[in-house]
């Protein structure tokens, strides 16, 4: 798996949340699970600042959860991960912190979470993908409108 640890959670978005939520239960039976803080689900504030007199205003809100915990194993190791989610799913937002931090220290299933992470970047390209097909044939070429305009003038 070549994805930085950064784009792990985009990835992995890319399957239901039932699953997510299964896998990262499968993962942590032998683990003792500690919140650093809490699962929470509400609302973020997306804040612009004003160009003319450098006021902040809010241009809207978005759903927005999230958790970070440790993880340890009865060996001693141990094992933090977190994650933030654009969904209303606290719940959501624990099982993605469980599997960060479940792969990134390769506690034991591991490999699971990577094949998940790595199926997810590959629904994830398709989508963008298909996003840039459908964007460039959109794309108007406005060079196209400045040559008629000339022969115009020529008549």
């Given at each position: 798996m070549n994805l930085e640890r950064k784009d792990w959670i985009r990835a992995l978005t890319a399957h239901p949340a039932t699953v997510l939520n299964a896998l990262a239960e499968d993962v942590t039976a032998g683990c003792d699970v500690k919140f650093k803080s809490l699962p929470q689900a509400g609302l973020g504030l997306l804040t612009l600042t004003d160009g003319a007199f450098h006021e902040p205003y809010y241009l809207g809100e978005f759903p927005l959860s999230a958790c970070s915990i440790e993880l340890s194993l009865s060996d001693g190791r141990q094992a933090a991960g977190g994650a933030q989610v654009m969904a209303?799913?606290?719940?959501?937002?624990?099982?993605?912190?469980?599997?960060?931090?479940?792969?990134?220290?390769?506690?034991?299933?591991?490999?699971?979470?990577?094949a998940h992470i790595e199926s997810g970047a590959k629904q994830r390209a398709e989508e963008d993908r298909r996003r840039r097909a459908m964007l460039a044939a959109t794309r108007v070429d406005f060079a196209m409108l400045n040559n008629a305009e000339d022969d115009d003038d020529e008549c």
């Amino acid at each position: 798996m070549n994805l930085e640890r950064k784009d792990w959670i985009r990835a992995l978005t890319a399957h239901p949340a039932t699953v997510l939520n299964a896998l990262a239960e499968d993962v942590t039976a032998g683990c003792d699970v500690k919140f650093k803080s809490l699962p929470q689900a509400g609302l973020g504030l997306l804040t612009l600042t004003d160009g003319a007199f450098h006021e902040p205003y809010y241009l809207g809100e978005f759903p927005l959860s999230a958790c970070s915990i440790e993880l340890s194993l009865s060996d001693g190791r141990q094992a933090a991960g977190g994650a933030q989610v654009m969904a209303d799913d606290a719940e959501l937002a624990r099982s993605l912190a469980i599997l960060d931090a479940v792969l990134a220290a390769r506690f034991p299933g591991w490999e699971r979470v990577s094949a998940h992470i790595e199926s997810g970047a590959k629904q994830r390209a398709e989508e963008d993908r298909r996003r840039r097909a459908m964007l460039a044939a959109t794309r108007v070429d406005f060079a196209m409108l400045n040559n008629a305009e000339d022969d115009d003038d020529e008549c």
